[in-house]
């Protein structure tokens, strides 16, 4: 992403490096569940077991099932809306959007003179397994940074914050750093389709083989002292029709009309629709834990940055490889070296990213 010197005032934002804005935790809505969870591998095709059979989890070591790590980031999601309070939806204007209002928590509010924003940038470190039942809290945001740049899309700045995340027990669950760019939109001019596609490209065949996946055995596990630096993972596809990225909202409950909606996206300087960090995160999940297998863990994904927008009608294909693997604090640990591939352009559009993991030894 491009960029040169803002010419707005962040002054305002930049008295609050160094604070926790968060005043009161933002407790997720919804406890750990299992169709939570079921809505997520949806959208993914992701079948580790792990996820849904109460016993393999057991038989590798977890209380139960637990949650993909990435879902950390859903469940501790606020509401929209909740019984008692007043009509959230006070306009019929059909892009109108609304954020949570419900146990959003308090928070100090960061003075920016921004009008849209998106995620750029995403660290999450997985602390703790989320267990069916249990109830995520966000108990910290502390800004990091600002940095105000011009980007293709507009006039705006980097915010950098720091977020902890806590279960019901007080046990720290993850830590995030993630980096959001705040911004005025350049005027857009009306292409005059509003529809975000091309008449002449929607009329051609888009067909996808349907096994263009590879199929798991997760009886099979991959040992530390399989791999080889160098060696890569199996791509990943995934095509994001409009349905998808519906589905993906909802299941992630990012329900930021960016995501969603044409419309809004156009109006954040967009050519559509585009996914959000959930899914991508997810997505690396996915192609990460068919290569370490059911014995193997996630530490940490990212940091990456999401360089190009994933908009519908993008078949994003996640690309991954062994960058390093080493010995330390008696854990067998490899570091993956992660990117997503928009196939139908030849670009990347997140990474390339570390994610830190662990494989269990043949020893």
């Known amino acids: 992403m491009t960029s040169s010197a803002s010419e707005l005032d962040w002054s305002g934002a930049k008295g609050f490096v160094g604070k926790n804005i968060l005043l009161e935790p933002?407790?997720?809505v919804e406890v750990v569940e299992a169709s939570s969870i079921r809505r997520q591998l949806e959208v993914l095709e992701m079948d580790c077991p792990l996820h849904f059979d109460e016993k393999v989890a057991k038989d590798h070591g977890y209380d139960g099932i637990i949650a993909p790590l990435h879902m950390i980031q859903t469940f501790q999601t606020a509401s929209l809306w909740e019984p008692g309070m007043d009509s959230i939806?006070?306009?019929?204007?059909?892009h109108f959007t609304?954020?949570?209002t419900?146990?959003?928590g308090k928070i100090s509010e960061v003075p920016t003179p921004g009008t849209a924003g998106f995620i750029t940038d995403l660290s999450v470190e997985f602390l703790k397994p989320l267990n069916i039942g249990d109830r995520v809290s966000q108990v910290s945001q502390t800004l990091l940074e600002v940095n105000p740049r011009k980007t293709r899309v507009g006039d705006g700045c980097f915010l950098t914050y720091e977020y902890f995340f806590e279960n019901q027990k007080g046990e720290r669950v993850g830590r995030q750093i993630m980096t959001a760019?705040?911004?005025?939109p350049y005027p857009q001019e009306d292409s005059g389709n509003n529809s975000g596609g091309n008449k002449k490209?929607?009329?051609q065949e888009r067909v996808i083989p349907a096994q263009t996946n590879a199929k798991i055995d997760w009886s099979q596990q991959r040992y530390w002292e399989d791999i080889n630096e160098g060696d890569e993972l199996i791509d990943i596809h995934y095509p994001l029709t409009i349905q998808r990225m519906v589905i993906a909202a909802g299941a992630n409950r990012d329900f930021n009309a960016i995501h969603h909606s044409t419309v809004a996206a156009h109006r954040g300087g967009a050519a559509d629709m585009y996914a959000m960090n959930y899914f991508h995160n997810g997505m690396w999940e996915r192609s990460v834990r068919e290569y370490i297998g059911l014995d193997g863990t996630i530490k940490q994904t990212g940091p990456f940055r999401m360089k190009v927008f994933s908009t519908v009608g993008d078949t994003v294909v996640v690309k991954g490889k062994v960058n390093r693997k080493y010995q330390e604090g008696g854990?067998?640990?490899v570091e993956l070296e992660m990117q997503s591939v928009l196939a139908n352009k030849g670009n990347v559009s997140v990474g390339p990213g570390p994610v830190t993991v662990t494989l269990p030894s043949r020893g």
């Open 26 to 28: 933002k407790v997720g």
């Open 201 to 203: 490209e929607e009329s």
């Open 102 to 104: 419900g146990r959003a």
């Open 89 to 94: 939806w006070t306009t019929d204007e059909p």
């Open 181 to 184: 760019y705040s911004y005025i």
């Open 331 to 333: 854990e067998n640990l």
């Open 98 to 100: 609304v954020s949570g």
